[in-house]
């Protein structure tokens, strides 16, 4: 009856595990923070592999009542070197090279020949941005802006819809944003410390050539310039080998020329 009785007392006794305890918070950690540094990660090593593009592409470009459409074939290659050749039902409109701190341009339908410095001023003009040729270089590739330091911590991060979105805080007290999406560059926008927008590039329709995904759709804002710019690309080729006299334009006999780097009063001479 002992036995029995010590037998029935034991099994009304449970054993329970010791609790788990909750894990304790890292100091610093931020999830998205974390999932943003690795797509970054990935971008900056992109970049590394990338050195220059060439293909045709439509360009659609409107600023206020201005609309124009243009068949174009773009070459670029990095840091800065680019050239433009916008066709026309008759031919070549506009020839476009930017190499170093030079540009040129020839209107072969004018024969006139221009020159000067390769500024944001001048390649708005000619080709519809306003960007320095080096940041129209990595406009045009899908590159992180040059000013877009890849190795900081982004200040915070959000969603916008499927969009990842590091925001970055700049010294003149504004913000550079990077978009992800689907693990690729989606979205780079720089805004003024007012809150106005200076440049807002989205990259869509993105493709494998040879290992590297490459956008074959840039879009670009620019609320200052009151300007609207679209490229989309047919067959582009990276890392192609393109020398260096692609960027160098020659005047073509009898060309008139222009120095871009004077006033309009001053520019046009017939030096041939």
């Known amino acids: 009856m002992l036995l029995l009785a010590t037998l029935e007392t034991s099994a009304c006794i449970i054993v329970r595990p010791p609790p788990i305890p909750a894990p304790e918070p890292i100091a610093g950690f931020d999830a998205g923070k974390y999932q943003v540094r690795k797509l970054i990660a990935a971008l900056a090593e992109r970049d590394k592999t990338l050195d220059s593009m060439q293909t045709p592409a439509v360009m659609e470009y409107t600023a206020g009542d201005q609309h124009v459409k243009a068949k174009e074939e773009i070459v670029v290659k990095r840091p800065g070197n680019l050239r433009v050749e916008a066709m026309s039902p008759f031919g070549v409109a506009l020839l476009l090279a930017a190499q170093g ?12 020949f221009m020159r000067g410095n390769a500024t944001a001023d001048t390649l708005y003009r000619y080709v519809r941005i306003p960007m320095a040729p080096a940041d129209a270089v990595g406009l045009l590739m899908g590159l992180a802006p040059p ?10 991060v959000s969603n916008d819809g499927a969009m990842t979105v590091a925001s970055y805080r700049n010294a003149a007290s504004g913000t550079r944003e990077l978009g992800f999406s689907a693990g690729n560059l989606a979205m780079v926008r720089e805004t003024a410390g007012n809150g106005r927008v200076n440049y807002e590039v989205r990259y869509s329709d993105y493709h494998d050539i040879g290992g590297v995904m490459f956008p074959y759709v840039v879009d670009a804002t620019f609320p200052a310039a009151g300007s609207h710019v ?5 067959r582009p080729i990276v890392n192609g080998d393109i020398p260096d006299s692609t960027f160098v334009l020659t005047p073509a006999p009898g060309a008139t020329f222009m120095n871009l780097s004077l006033d309009d009063a001053r520019a046009l001479a017939n030096e041939s």
């Open 101 to 112: 701190s030079e540009l040129a341009i020839f209107e072969p339908g004018q024969n006139r």
């Open 147 to 156: 000013e877009f330091a890849l190795n900081r911590v982004a200040d915070s």
């Open 230 to 234: 679209t490229f989309r690309y047919l």
